[in-house]
């Protein structure tokens, strides 16, 4: 194939990606900025990390990242259950009642404004906690099962893809030298498809972790997430810190990033050979 | 493929009766939830919407319905505003993310393997980085002290500083760069599949370059256009975090009249209402999208 | 070297009637939504053989063998391994094991883990498992392997891993689908013969589903030839060979000529075709059933049509005339087209014995010839 792109594609590449990146990295460059107007550079006193120090000891800050944290692992992992269990069915089982049905659910979420899910979902809360007294008050449950129902239609499409490129023969193989079907889920499927389920726990847990909409209308008094706090001292204007937080959430991801990658193509040339 | 059904039943009913189960209860019954409050009054109470259904004596239940907030809604200009104000926005950012997309999505596909992997990554990196920060990024970028600004100014091709913060042209600019990953992916994912060498065929044949994409790249990348701006259009129609950060107070967009509804007003039976309104708007966009991603997967099989 | 093919053969079990077949196949039918297929199948095989399920893609002989591993339900019709009903035991209960096309090895479990696999399902002592792996493997000669994974090994070594994996449960049934069919020419010449071997030490009836039938008239004990979901005939290589039953199979196993024509003599010792397609008549001395003036079809192997540039003796039938029209020198035999006047086209081959035998050449004018006893008579 020929490789050569013409100028125009090559410069709309160029420009394309400088647009992604240029507010980013001066988000990043800002955080060295000494002075408060963020935007203003203080030749004088920057580069400095006194707002990376200010960032590390902002109590509000690193409350609510803990219970952001919190919210995400459970979210991510439970997801991870509940959307491999929907991608599997929906990969392998031909025909089943109410297909048609769990195909739309897991669907739906994808292109559902936040809005609508939040809104429902709290009234959803609140009617529960009329008629049976649960959940009692909005708090971490409430948000964390918030979180579950949109990140396990993601964690769905991610399973169902892979499985439906899975040679299934291997699966069949295993079951004809003698392993019951679970067996054959724990055993041979379950190691081959790692990666895509670490990417459903990865891609579930920043969902999670990113999450604004959702989590406002489904968390309750002192369960605040980190994106809450960074939106109310957003909606005043800029400040320092929030640059800071910038900085650090690029340079994880980034490296997380770069390291999972790495990772999947050391596997993938092992599946490619083998399957 | 083997036949689950010697596993039995039972077996295959467990396995998607757990997510199945779960995604009915809170996706499912809360829309349902929804449009129940849609139709009752605001009270003074926690919470604050007067329950449907009452006992009217000893033996009789009233079932009140209440059309006022829906009559509210199309009476006010306001709301329609919003209403119509969301979908062009969303129509024209998508149309925006297009035009800047495609060539991207459609340059990733034509090159090298190991070039490509990078570039994908490069267009992922922001996707997971989260909106939220991206967003404030362009607080930083337009307003009147900001980097723009203050770069214009000290070239000296402006004398004062522009105004692009909190207007409209703030929100398309917010909108389209968060969005754009979004379309550049699912286009990608299609694009990749191409053959190639009907390309070459073509120009073979006496075709020119952009006469060839125009009637072979165009039509063949179809469903991945629709997917992806699918993917853009109906979330951005309901977008709150945007408009509230970068428009002004005359950037009407749905998603943040449900919320200032919902939260500013405490009107729960209008802020639902209002969401009902914009699901049935959007439902057949979602369907369109489901049928493409079906058509998608049947012609890769 | 004796074979179990050949060990079979000898003993001829189908021909038998008091033998008990191992498997038999009783009226066996695989429905898809409309589509038939597989349509009422029946066979009997026997103990030790190596039975080729032999027809073209979409003939239904991948879905009967997964029918016979339990894969897919059948829609109708019984199983029988060794006289115990299996038709709806699931694939982990069955004593059969299948090598897969695609070999299907575990590719995040090494050599010797993939071939202990099926011996861990049945929870067996350590040590066993780990002897007979060893045994197994040295079989296959992939003794130097165990601890490779399979991205690491050859196409040819990645089929013997998947063999020894199949056969060390020791299983009543091993089935094969299509198990040369990633491998070049030569390796898999070789490994027809090691596949024989194989199996002749260890016994195992073998059910091979292949497309090619080179490699069905090598492997095989019997071939059960395959088309549109049923068997149009069952038998020994030679038997679909010499004597096929039917157009189809003339035509599918080997190459032949295919002569229309009518009856027009019909004795029970001998028969005589006239055919407008050859331009003369056939004499074919053994006699066939069939109605009076029915149309048949003669069916000449190309190897058995002698060709001369002199006109043989004295003889009526089973000669033509005609002209060279293309020639395919194969090395050790060649390919002779040649254009009779009524416009078929002959295909005649001849070894190359002699460097220096009777040279035909292009646009020659050639006499076609062959024995009373060569033709076989098709009535459909």
Known sequence: MNYRSSFFILSCIALGFAFLYVPILSMVVFSFNASKLVTVWDAANSPTLKWYYSLLNN??????????????????????????????????????????????????????????????????????????????????????????????????????????????????????????????????????????????????????????????????????????????????????????????????VTAMIVGVSLWMARRARLDQAAA | MVRLERVGITGRGLVVALPYLWLLLFFVVPFIIVLKISFSDVALAIPPYKPLLEWVGKNSLAIKVNFDNYAFLFTDSLYLHAFANSLKVAFLSTLACLLIGYPMAYGIARAKPSVRNVLLLLVILPFWTSLLLRVYAWIG?????????????????????????????????GIVYSYLPFLILPLYANLEKMDWQLLEAAEDLGCRPWQAFYKITLPLSRNGILAGSMLVFIPAVGEFVIPALLGGPNALMIGRVLWDEFFANRAWPVASAVAILLLILLVPFMMWYQSVQARESAGAR | MTTSAGGVVKAQPWNDPSARPYVEVERISKTFGDFKAVNDVSLKIYKGEIFCLLGASGCG???????????????????????????????????VNMMFQSYALFPHMNVEQNVAFGLKQDRLPKNEIKDRVATMLDLVKMSDFTKRKPHQLSGGQRQRVALARSLVKRPKLLLLDEPLGALDKKLREHTQFELISLQDKLGVTFIVVTHDQEEAMTLASRIGVMNHGEIVQAGTPSEIYEFPSSKFVADFVGSVNIFEGKLIEDEPDYVRIGSTELG????????????????????????????????????????????VQDIAYLGDLSIYLVRLPTGKVVRVTRPNTSRHAEAIGWDQQVYLSWDATSPVVVTR
């Open chain 1, 59 to 252: 109590e509000e800050i690193l409350d609510a990242a803990w219970i952001s944290l919190k919210v995400a692992v459970i979210n991510a992992s439970g997801s991870v259950i509940l959307g491999t269990l929907a991608g599997f069915g929906l990969a392998r089982f031909r025909q089943f009642r109410g297909r048609f049905t769990l195909n739309a659910m897991t669907t739906a979420p994808l292109v559902m404004p936040e809005v609508i899910t939040g809104l429902s979902l709290l009234l959803l809360f609140v009617a529960l906690e009329q008629l049976i007294g649960w959940p009692a008050g909005r708090g971490i449950t409430t948000m964390t099962i918030a979180h579950m129902t949109f990140s396990m239609a993601y964690v769905t499409v991610i399973i169902n893809s892979r499985l439906s490129s899975f040679d299934t023969a291997l699966e069949e193989a295993a079951m004809d030298l003698g392993a019951r079907p679970v067996k054959v889920f724990f055993v041979i499927t379950l190691p081959i498809i790692f990666p895509a389920i670490l990417s459903g726990w990865l891609l579930a847990f920043t969902l999670s972790w990113d999450d604004l909409v959702i989590s406002s209308f489904t968390s309750g008094p002192g369960s605040s997430t980190l994106p809450m706090v960074v939106f109310s001292k957003v909606r005043l204007g800029v400040s320092p810190e929030i640059n800071v937080l910038a900085t650090l959430t690029l340079t994880v």
């Open chain 2, 141 to 173: 970028l337009l307003k009147a002290n900001g980097v723009i600004n203050n770069i214009l100014m000290s070239l000296g091709v402006i004398h004062e500083p522009l105004t692009m913060l909190y207007t409209p042209f703030a929100m398309y600019v």
């Open chain 3, 61 to 95: 002989k991948t879905t009967l063998l997964r029918m016979l591993g339990g894969f897919e339900a059948p829609t109708a019709g019984k199983i029988l391994i060794d006289g115990e009903d299996m038709t709806n035991v699931p694939p982990y209960e069955r004593p």
């Open chain 3, 280 to 323: 003369g008549t056939i004499y074919v001395s053994h006699g066939i059933s069939a109605p009076p003036e029915a149309v048949v079809w003669a069916a000449v192997r190309p190897e058995k049509i002698f060709m001369s540039t002199a006109p043989p003796q004295a003889a009526a039938d089973n000669v033509v005339r005609g002209t």
